[in-house]
């Protein structure tokens, strides 16, 4: 257990199809939760109740009553880590996290899940050492920074961003059959290349890879599920269930049956 003066990551979790009602507590450290799939709201006593949904990020101050929860017949899937000490009260005291705008929206990304993935593994075994701790608080600096980096990226290019949000929530339709990008382009009225650099450069993915990533997250809540491989990759579209293991492993550096075993002990 680390000492109460150091900063720490304490815990975190990634869960999937969360239900049920909105309940205010009050929590004694920071935390965030990244919704990745799903949408509902998220509560405060002083903002009062704000919609959010997949790609946004909450961040959880400690001793502010809150809470937060998915619609009605809706679900959600987040990863969520919590943590304390010195160093978040500063990165408080500076700006990077702040009471007033409990939520932020970098957006779904690859980089933020990969860096959430990493940060859940290491907090459910212990420390190995001093060292250890210190580049698990310095990994999760990173991940704050590069979630309010995105956050104002996205605010910054108001309209690349309604043409990206578009073009996202497109890929993201029916990830089971051929996307045609060249189409999609012509449907939103704007020239391939420009919609191509405008989703590379805000979401740091070229569509294909960011549609393989969301491939690889839809198989993740499957597999969780109970889902066999073979199935999820049927589900998914892939003609080859070893090719879907592969191309999931690259992408998540895990194979399908390591997550569903691990999934399914959590």
Known sequence: MPAPHRSCLLAGGHLLDRRGRIKERLFGAYALVYLVDGSGSYVDRHLGRISVGRGDVLFIFPDVSHGYAPGDDQYWSE???????????????????????????????????????????????????HSDLALRVGRLHVLIAEIVDRHHRRRTHPRDADLVAATRAALEEDLARPFDLEGLARRLQVGYDRLRRAFTRETGLSPSRY???????????????????????????????????????????????AWRRRTAST
């Open 79 to 129: 990863y969520w880590l919590s943590f304390n000490g010195p160093l978040f009260r500063e990165l408080e005291r500076e700006g990077l996290l702040d009471r007033t705008r409990p939520v932020l929206s970098p957006g779904f990304d690859p980089i933020l899940t990969a860096l959430f993935d990493q940060l859940v593994d290491e907090s459910q075994r212990p420390a190995a050492s």
């Open 211 to 257: 549609r393989l990533h969301r491939r690889a997250e839809r198989a993740k809540n499957l597999l969780a599920a109970g889902t066999s491989v073979a199935e999820t990759a049927e589900r998914l579209g892939y003609c080859d269930q070893f090719f879907f293991a592969r191309q999931f492993k690259m992408l998540t550096g895990q194979t399908p049956g």
